[in-house]
């Protein structure tokens, strides 16, 4: 069958509800979105943060970048890419009459305004938390031992030295939120509050630790 231009069109520009972009995982939260945190919409438990300087996969630019500014994003459901609000039986989103801005702005055929709202300000945990307070302290504490431009530094020196500093890092990392879960914090708070578990972090960066701070590289997959 010969396809007329308008059927081309109209097959591109509607949302077919095939799920594919929430099945990629759930959005990075942007400051538009704090109402969605006050209003009890999302929990911090639905969340986890990307720090600065994590290796991350840049749909957009289709590449590797190291963060230039951390990122508060909808957790993935555990083994998965898919987004936890993503109902795959019935191809819905949970909270879609309240779905952040990114979801709001993703055209999977045009992705120029999800690009734009991408370039926003994106939300930080001192914007859900506060910049005052102990949790606000404990974060700025972590992020002084664990901050992930030293452990990339610490990686590409490479001595004995550099390494009993990332073991150090790691086991304070890990004994913090035992402590925290021990005093009451439900676990799945951790992620938000202090990112991913350091060792996982080290990890990625170690694969990455080439890529220059700001930079990116292309997948080597
Ligand atoms: S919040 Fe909703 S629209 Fe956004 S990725 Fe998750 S399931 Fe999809």
Redesign the pocket.
Known sequence: MIMRPHDAMSETITCRRC?T??AK???ALHLEDLPLLRGEVLSKGDLYTLRLGEPVFDQILGRVVLLASECVK?RSVPDST??????SKES?????AS??V??RA?QCWDTRALAEVSRQPGLSRFEVVGTENAWAALIREHEARCGCADLLQLLRSNTDQARMSLRDAAAYDAALRDVLVERGMAPGRLEFLLGRPLDAVIRGLARWRSLPAGKSLPDPD
């Open positions: 799920g972009c929430c995982g759930g959005p909808i898919a987004c936890i609000f993503f109902d819905a989103c949970g909270l879609y779905r952040p990114e979801c993703l």
